[in-house]
């Protein structure tokens, strides 16, 4: 057993760190945020010359050819900077649907470009309030058209391409479907976190291609979810992490009573309670890492990581506000907009109880097989 | 990354299974699944797990990573894991060795002489002599360098004189390892000297203290002019703190590093107790908010063994057990903590009891409920380890101190109000 990332593996991030700290700093973050931009345009440049959004994809589509233990990397580094890209919308949902379920057409015709930032992708699957299964979803695909309503889209303002979960012919199913052509109708949500802008996207018989066969169309909806949420947790380890160092530098250089406030147990334990949450949550991250990259025991895997992720980014970032007291609830200060971050995070791809559940089943699935 | 078995690994995994099928029974259900807080420590249980041990140490299998120079089989860390893993699958008797082969012999190894080495290791890889820690005592317990067993010497002898308090098996142990007061005008971290104590010396006396779990494997160890040769000093006189912290850190390795790393500690127990408990119209197991506090019990649980991997690797790459071990210990008592209250819980009405004709799985989760709060105590309370962590790894200030500088006789102590 080896639990650890490879020197090039650890390089990789290296480098991620260098870029994001010179493109991607929080000043920056801020920068695009108030100005209202989608997303942060040059940023989302530079990523994609340096090959980051093709780390799943096979050469011969366009991409590197890195891996799964690469691309949770650098979600790790995303997640720490708050990069305001689509990064995780194309890569991990567009990118990864059509490597799960495309056809060799598909694979073709739309891979090179997601690799190279041209085509923005996104994922929809909510349909307002609550957190139904996919079954119970009401948008259509019939004779090839898709219509409905979904709510919240992430990047769905910006996104040329979504992968849509609808009812098909045989029940749910993963849809390709062209944001920019007929039948399409998008509008900008007013949300929380500023930095990752939310869009309610109409379909009205808009054209959609199947993505695999009909008939396994839940299990590769289970699936897609699964593997999304891999990197997706690491995004959050990256944002528990800052957090917890956030907190650790006021606690060193904040003086109160005399003395720094990090001598007091009180704000001591809290920041150590904050680096064992997220300790725990690495831990779990790194083994669903792996078995994202070895196709073995994805469901538990992803699941615990998404669950320990969660709540180590939503301890961390609440307790990092508490930390620096009243000026951590300024809109000048950075914690917010982690805090913010960390909710978009825990909620889109479905609550924690939801995944808390959905770990039981899968506990169940392999004790029972 | 891989979670896998390298080759080397899994060659050892299967000899050290070879050799457990040919020496041991296979574990059933839940036998003595928490056989290391267990409080069946009479002669009978001692006799067998030492008989266990020197079989162990004939097979090359009792100190997977000590030193072949010690008797150890000069393993790596991971081999240790390995075989523990291995040998938890198989009913053997409880480790009663922990202390000296966790914490005193990595003490001597690094602090010893070559003598005491000589002496003491390899009778404590073999299990012929047990060990006990004579630190805590009345007045001194997370503050450890408040001790006031009081050390003077005469002649090449000491002579000792004081009480220690919370030791675990002095009543069947061979040898302790000790801290003393050399020097009440030092401050208090300079003045304390290290020595090795044989437990069948005149003027020991050790007095059982009963727990809230009804059991007493923990004692008083009284010390009335008891005469230590200077021979089993270890490190300078006045110069044992250091030689303390060593011990320290082994034993929070040793519990908190330890426990971690078993697979899915208990987990699996829980969701069987669960599916047998009647809930409602159902069984617990069905009830939602029961199977979201399974959930979170499980990513714990995983999260603390695979921070155990993590530990391992980093060991195996040549780093050291450093304060981060302490990490693993402030979750796992935590975590049993909460696995054992979930576990009365389903058990309903009956959960309170201890009795064996009621209960399920041999009233482990009572006895576990009723262990729980001394482990968040003991080796280093849950507060004391967040002061560690946050002082050693995260670098925050250390509270503001009244008792480093100054003399240690002029510290105020407990008794002095009144």
Known sequence: MNFDFSQDQKLLQKSAQTLLKEQSSLAQVRKVMEAGEPYDRALWKHIAEAGWLGSTIPEQYGGNGFGSLELVLLAEELGASLACVPFSSSVYFAIEALLLAGSEEQKKKYLPDLASGKTIGCFAMAEGLGSPSPGALKATVTEGKLTGAKTPVVDGEIAHLAVVVAQGAKGSALFLVGLEGPGVKRKRLESMDLTRPQAAVAFDAAPAELLGSEKDGPALIAELLNRAAVPLAFEQLGGAVRCQKMALEYAKSRYAFGRP??????????????????????????????????????????ATARIAATEAFEFCSRENIQTHGGIGFTWEADPHLFFKRSKLLALWLGSPPLWRERLLAALEQKYVA | MDFNDTPEESKFRAEARSWLEASAKPRKGSDDIFSMFSERDDGELVQAAKAWQAKKADGGWACITWPKAFGGRGGMPMQSVIWGQEESKFNVPPNIFAIGIGMAGPTIMTHGSKEQKDRYLPPMLRGAEIWCQLFSEPGAGSDLAGLKTRAEKDGDMWVINGQKVWTSGAHYSDFGILVTRTNFDSPKHKGITYF???????????????????????????????????????????????????????????????????SGFGFEDLIALAKRSSWGEGTAYQDPAIRQRLADLYVRSKGLQYTGYRAITALSKGGIPGPEASGGKLVFSQMLQDMAALALELQGPSGSLTDKSVVLQDAIWQEAFQWAPGLRIAGGTDEVLRNIIGERVLGLPGDIRVDKTVPFKSIPSSGDAS
Not at chain 1, 266 to 281: E, F, G, N, P
Not at chain 2, 221 to 233: E, S
């Open chain 1, 261 to 302: 406030i990090g001598s007091f147990q009180a704000i001591k334990h809290k920041i150590v309670d904050m680096l064992v949450i997220s300790d725990l949550a690495r831990s779990n991250c790194y083994y669903a890492a792996w078995a994202l990259e070895n196709k073995t025991d994805l469901p538990i895997a992803a």
């Open chain 2, 196 to 262: 090795i104590v044989d437990m069948k010396s005149p003027g020991i006396e050790v007095r059982p203290i009963k727990q809230i779990s009804g059991g007493a494997n923990f004692n008083e160890v009284f010390f009335t002019d008891v005469r230590i040769p200077d021979a089993n000093r270890m490190g300078g006189v006045d110069k044992g703190w250091g030689v303390a912290l060593t011990t320290l850190m082994n034993e929070r390795f040793t519990i908190g590093g330890g426990m971690g790393m078993g």
